[in-house]
Nanobody, 117 residues
Framework: QVQLVESGGGLVQPGGSLRLSCAASGFTFSSYAMSWYRQAPGKEREFVARISSSGGSTNYADSMKGRFTISRDNAKNTVYLQMDSLKPEDTAVYYC??????????WGKGTLVTVSS
């Protein structure tokens, strides 16, 4: 079955960096665009970044542009989120996502990122 397993979260100081990973299995990874979302405490889940199936196209939420970079390795069935210049407001649980053509969404369980001094 489909599995998305995020990792790489943790505690980081403001201005620091983290690299999140999402290992995918149970579907043809290279055929699907992949996305990252996040949910801060008390807030709704929000879009972070998306990468096309080939990796040739990316897009970002405005607040992440220039600080976050999404990438993928189709040979490893893994999508990454490099996060630089982190701010306290980036504190959230980060989720990996893809959507089938049928419209069904798949989510991982998330990885917690805490930005604090």
């Amino acid at each position: 079955q489909v599995q998305l397993v995020e990792s790489g979260g943790g505690l980081v100081q403001p201005g620091g960096s983290l690299r999140l990973s999402c290992a995918a299995s149970g579907f043809t990874f290279s055929s699907y665009a992949m996305s990252w979302y996040r949910q801060a405490p008390g807030k709704e889940r929000e879009f972070v970044a998306r990468i096309s199936s080939s990796g040739g196209s990316t897009n970002y939420a405005d607040s992440m542009k220039g600080r976050f970079t999404i990438s993928r390795d189709n040979a490893k069935n893994t999508v990454y989120l490099q996060m630089d210049s982190l701010k306290p407001e980036d504190t959230a649980v980060y989720y990996c996502n893809f959507k089938r053509l049928t419209g069904v969404d798949y989510w991982g369980k998330g990885t917690l990122v805490t930005v604090s001094s």
